[in-house]
């Protein structure tokens, strides 16, 4: 079966709505979705909602931001209680950290006299708010240059004091609070990891490994299979989709492994059950 566990919207850092990232999937013959947007589940009612009338199963998801930010320790969170509020207060403090990343960017780019046009002050009555929003609208309105773009962002990012990050949860708090709230804990495109010394400290407390992802190259993929196999992991499949800059959607090539599904198990929300309840 065809399934995408990892994808973003305009919620976190997309540049899609919730409703076209779930129809994307639907109209690419995706079987299996789940919205994974940063730290937040905002985008999840819209997104199941397309998902279930285009006849997707959909999976209750999000990613989570580690300590340290830099590191690209991200945790995806399959089949979350997004009520649940262990979890929710991890997104609380994470959710702090990318306001106060966005604000620092924005008061540099006001600093160069870009914003009052592009409405940036709207950004502080949002409730989630990520640099990479900033980022599409820049990009879209051809203000600056994406080289331009990202130089500027980490002149605001790079120098922020450490105590704006403290925040942030461990890898293992993060996955805790994602068990407590009854999902499964996968480490998302581990290769992308500077440090790997880092991402294989994780592995013992997961559930599964991120392999088949576009952020891999080719060459990468056996090296993570046998990570996985070494630690007893399910292996997952997701694009990371972000429609970044316009980019295309494309689905994933390699099938989901029915062991995932069935640990997932009724963390999969099908449409026809839904209705039947």
């Known amino acids: 079966?065809?399934?995408?566990?990892?994808?973003?919207?305009?919620?976190?850092?997309?540049?899609?709505?919730?409703d076209e990232v779930a129809h994307l999937a639907a109209d690419h013959g995706v079987r299996v979705m789940a919205l994974t947007d940063h730290d937040t589940f905002y985008g999840v009612g819209r997104a199941r909602a397309v998902a279930h009338r285009r006849g997707l199963g959909y999976v209750t998801a999000l990613e989570v931001t580690t300590f340290p930010p830099n590191q690209?320790?991200?945790?995806?969170?399959?089949?979350?209680?997004?009520?649940?509020?262990?979890?929710?207060?991890?997104?609380?403090?994470?959710?702090?950290?990318?306001?106060?990343?966005?604000?620092?960017?924005?008061?540099?780019l006001e600093e160069r006299g870009i914003g009052r046009e592009l409405g940036l002050g709207a950004f502080a009555f949002k409730p989630t708010v990520m640099p990479g929003a900033v980022l599409k609208l820049v990009l879209q309105h051809g203000v600056m240059t994406e080289p331009e773009a990202w130089a500027s962002v980490r002149k605001a990012v790079d120098f922020m004091p450490p105590e704006v990050y403290a925040p942030l949860p461990s890898p293992r708090e993060a996955i805790d609070a994602i068990h407590a709230a009854g999902?499964?804990?996968?480490?998302?495109?581990?290769?992308?990891?500077?440090?790997q010394a880092l991402m294989k400290?994780?592995?013992?407390?997961?559930?599964?490994?991120?392999?088949?992802?576009?952020?891999?190259?080719?060459?990468?993929?056996?090296?993570?299979?046998?990570?996985?196999?070494?630690?007893?992991?399910?292996?997952?499949?997701?694009?990371?989709?972000?429609?970044?800059?316009?980019?295309?959607?494309?689905a994933p090539k390699q099938v989901i492994d029915i062991r995932y599904l069935e640990k997932l198990g009724s963390r999969v929300e099908w449409p026809a059950v839904e209705q039947a309840s």
């Open 1 to 18: 079966m065809l399934a995408d566990l990892h994808m973003h919207s305009t919620v976190s850092d997309g540049w899609r709505d919730p």
């Open 72 to 108: 690209m320790r991200h945790i995806l969170g399959h089949g979350v209680d997004p009520n649940h509020p262990q979890l929710l207060a991890i997104l609380d403090r994470t959710q702090g950290v990318f306001r106060k990343q966005t604000e620092a960017w924005i008061r540099v």
């Open 183 to 195: 999902g499964l804990a996968v480490h998302a495109h581990p290769g992308s990891v500077p440090d």
């Open 201 to 250: 400290e994780v592995l013992p407390m997961l559930d599964g490994l991120e392999v088949y992802t576009r952020r891999h190259k080719p060459e990468q993929i056996p090296v993570y299979e046998e990570l996985a196999r070494q630690h007893g992991l399910l292996m997952t499949v997701g694009t990371d989709y972000h429609g970044f800059n316009g980019d295309d959607y494309v």
